[in-house]
């Protein structure tokens, strides 16, 4: 229950007028149909009275007030529903949003560890896959338990005259339709859950079939009908589990229907002989049919409301634990000053090893750099030169040792004020699909292009359609692709527009040119009178 009241709380955040609107809408429209129905028994008892006689132009004065009520209220429930519909529209949206931007927040916020778990992947999976409408569905489930309430209260006001049994046979009939729901939530639950690597891999083949990173090398390989392949054998297999339960819940649908028939023929029989027998009138008879007829509507929308809650609270209990995950890279409580002037970078004694990994990717490393010195890490493959990196943002703190900022331990600092100190080209750095001057700026601040521009490394940008404003890449109009070595160019001034007293190079030279080395070497012969310099290259 827990979990479904998380879920109302969401959707009344997002937008708490909507979500009365909401509320004011349902209730409308539960209560309406049955005043109309009401009505319609009046009209229809009207008919039969001595003195109704009318001609086409001369109606009983209470015959056409009981009709102009009657359209009245239909013509206000169907108003009721539009303004729903658009209601309903208005918070889906900004439910959307508001769910996006939850789980944006918490993707940016957890360590970079959980990124190396598969476990952590399926949850954000499940994630993704329930936020976009199961808060919603749960105050429509919520909504839906409300509305069917006060239809059934009037219908049982209605029927009541006839026999209470009639109201215990209605309710009877519904009830094995309520175990099958229940039954059916669980089952498709546990099979969403057992089988979300196999849905992940199928969402992974299709973005090695459609994604622009991948295109090139699936033509040049011929890896298409390969992947191909793959997706549609993850698929037969989805789908082939998923029709074996769905055939078995189906039959258990229909035996279900044909109790709530026999039950509908039972009733309907009963009030047959007690019209035949002028115990009720023609327009009682009517009412209490449509009253029983839409009474079996109203218990299967409750029994849906309590089933959709029951499986929402399954489902939505994906959304929340992913939301619940907590970050183990956390900030100190009272952090140490950062020094105004760094001197020096020191690994001391660090042992590091990967989640889940069964060997340690760095054991008693000990490495110091210091300022005014460029200080190179050579190493082969997997040796943890990258990894380094990474402790030294604390995106991961290590196992055992420590890592020290002129003698001070990086866990006692403040975390956004040492990455702000912390310059870093990454060996698998990013192309941004934006501008040349954001790819820039984002290193250090909106004028950090300015301090780069004239920079012989970014000589090529000055060709570009528009300079520094020109769009880059080609998913969206306009953009020019760039070589990897000018990415790559762009990476490194980004890095070092920063400011930032601390410059770390993964790999700097991998896409450049003879010429752009030699750039890249006399920009690095500038800073390092000021700067840490580490940099990390292949042995």
Known sequence: MKNLWRALMMVMHCSPRSFWLRVLYVAAGSVLPLVNLYILKLLIDSLQQPDAAFTVLHFHPSTLQL????????????????????NNDVLSQRLTDHVSDLLQ????????????????????HRAQQE?????????????????????????????????WWVIAVMVAAVMPGFAVRLYKARRIYRFRRDNTQLYRRTAYYGALLTGRDYAKELRAFGLAALFRGRFVEARRQLVGRLLSISRRLGMLDVLCALVEAAAMFAIVWILIGQTMSAAI?????????????????????????????????????NLFEFLDLRPTVLPPADPVPFPAEVRQVEFRDVTFRYP??????????????????????????GFGKSTLVKLLLRL??????????????LRTLDLPGLRAHVGVLFQDFVRYNVTARENIDFGGGSQASGRMQDAALL?????????????????????????????????????????????????????????????????????APSRIIILITHA
Not at 67 to 86: G, K
Not at 105 to 124: G, I, K, N
Not at 134 to 161: C, E, H, K
């Open 67 to 86: 009709l102009l009520a009657m359209c009245l209220v239909f013509l206000l429930n169907r108003v009721v529903s539009a303004l729903n519909a658009i």
């Open 105 to 124: 927040q918490q993707s940016a916020r957890l360590d970079m560890q959980y990124y190396d778990t598969p476990s952590y992947h399926d949850t954000f």
């Open 131 to 163: 936020a976009s409408f199961r808060p919603l569905q749960v105050l429509t489930n919520f909504m839906s338990l409300g509305g069917s309430l006060l239809s059934i209260a009037g219908v049982v006001a209605m029927l009541v005259s006839a026999s």
């Open 281 to 317: 009138s023609i327009g009682t008879f009517v009412m209490l049919f449509e009253a029983f007829r839409r009474g079996q509507g109203y218990l299967s929308s409750l029994v849906g409301g309590v089933a959709g809650l029951y499986d929402n609270r399954l489902f939505v209990g």
């Open 356 to 381: 889940d990994m069964k060997r340690d990717v760095l054991e008693h490393f000990s490495l110091t750099a210091r300022r005014g010195e460029i200080t190179r890490i050579d190493g082969r493959n």
């Open 396 to 409: 991961y703190d290590p196992d055992g040792g420590q890592v020290l900022l002129d003698g001070t331990d």
């Open 459 to 527: 000589d090529f940008v000055q060709r570009l359609p528009q300079g520094l404003d020109t769009q880059l890449g080609r998913l969206f109009d306009g953009g020019s692709e760039l070589s990897m070595g000018q990415w790559q160019r762009l990476a490194i001034a980004r890095a070092v527009a920063s400011g930032a007293p601390i410059l770390v190079f993964d790999e700097p030279t991998a896409w450049l040119d003879h010429t752009a080395r030699q750039h890249f070497d006399a920009l690095l012969q500038s800073l």
